[in-house]
């Protein structure tokens, strides 16, 4: 029974389990931004058209795709009000901690936040996170803009794909620090060169070697996004991807075990269940001797 009892204490929190709804509801959200950063690549440069006109309808559809993902994990795995709390704790840790470095060389230490919570609490539960830490961030920080909708998709993208990182039951000690430290800087470059293609086909006046045309054939203008991401952005990256690795590997071990002790006793995975009253007198949870049946009972 001790055994039994170890063994249960130690078992490691599963991730905010995703089922069929979860899953279509991310892959639309998906489809619909991988249609809301690419399409510029495709209009034609004298179309008008810019994404300070179209933001306010991604908004649109976000907000209600974000609602959907989250009532769909409620409903196949069961996320109750503690889930709820701990994402508004984490998502303001996350709004908080975003200000520190913003703005300098490219820190920002919310990064690695967000894939230490997506490794624990799964890419459904990651993606909510992401998108709502980076609404709030925005209203703290006075950085609400046409870029905003898609900064909230990059970010649930980037949390959500640190809770697809296989090993999350079994990977433990230095290798699971290391892993997530490699996804956070690959990710951190990841998240960069999406957000360059938001505004990019829409900037004129650059020189002709890295501007958008119109009137070339996509290989040719991805080539010139290529240079421009080099030339403008990468070092900017790099302060962010080489700070989330730092992070990562310093302050990860404690981190996570802070997320899966919290995530354990929340147990977000529990079932209710119902069984039969206890008897009067009898204390809740011990166990009564039962006796074969057609015997009769031992002496008290």
């Known amino acids: 029974m001790k055994g039994t009892t170890t063994e249960v204490r130690e078992r490691a929190p599963r991730p905010v389990r995703l089922g069929p709804k979860s899953v279509a509801v991310l892959l639309l959200t998906g489809a619909v931004g991988v249609v809301a950063f690419g399409w510029p690549l495709l209009a034609d440069a004298g179309s008008g058209l810019a994404?300070?006109?179209?933001?306010?309808?991604?908004?649109?559809?976000?907000?209600?795709?974000?609602?959907?993902?989250?009532?769909?994990?409620?409903?196949?795995?069961?996320?109750?009000?503690?889930?709820?709390?701990?994402?508004?704790?984490?998502?303001?840790?996350?709004?908080?901690?975003?200000?520190l470095g913003a703005g300098t060389a490219g820190l920002e230490p919310m990064f690695f936040l967000m894939v230490l919570s997506g490794r624990v609490l799964g890419p459904g539960f990651g993606f909510v996170l992401g998108s709502v830490t980076m609404f709030a961030s925005a209203l703290l920080t006075g950085g609400v803009g046409p870029w905003m909708p898609f900064q909230m998709l990059s970010m649930g993208w980037f949390t959500m794909g640190a809770g697809l990182l296989p090993g999350a039951d079994r990977l433990r000690g230095r290798a699971e620090p290391a892993m997530l430290a490699v996804y956070g800087c690959a990710a951190a470059f990841a998240y960069g060169v999406v957000m360059n293609l938001q505004g990019w086909p829409l900037i004129t006046g650059l020189g002709s070697g890295i501007s958008f045309d119109g009137d070339d054939p996509l290989h040719e203008n991805l080539v010139r996004f290529l240079a421009y991401y080099v030339t403008t952005s990468l070092g900017w990256d790099l302060g962010r991807a080489a700070l989330t690795v730092v992070l990562t590997l310093t302050l990860g071990p404690t981190l996570l075990r802070a997320l899966r002790r919290a995530t354990r006793r929340a147990a977000f995975d529990a079932r209710a269940a119902f069984g039969e009253p206890e008897e009067p007198g009898r204390q809740p949870g011990k166990q009564v001797d039962t006796q074969p049946e057609g015997t009769a009972p031992g002496p008290p």
């Open 51 to 99: 994404h300070a006109k179209d933001a306010p309808w991604l908004f649109a559809a976000l907000l209600p795709l974000l609602v959907a993902v989250v009532v769909a994990t409620i409903s196949e795995s069961g996320m109750d009000a503690k889930a709820v709390a701990m994402l508004g704790v984490l998502a303001a840790v996350g709004a908080a901690l975003r200000p």
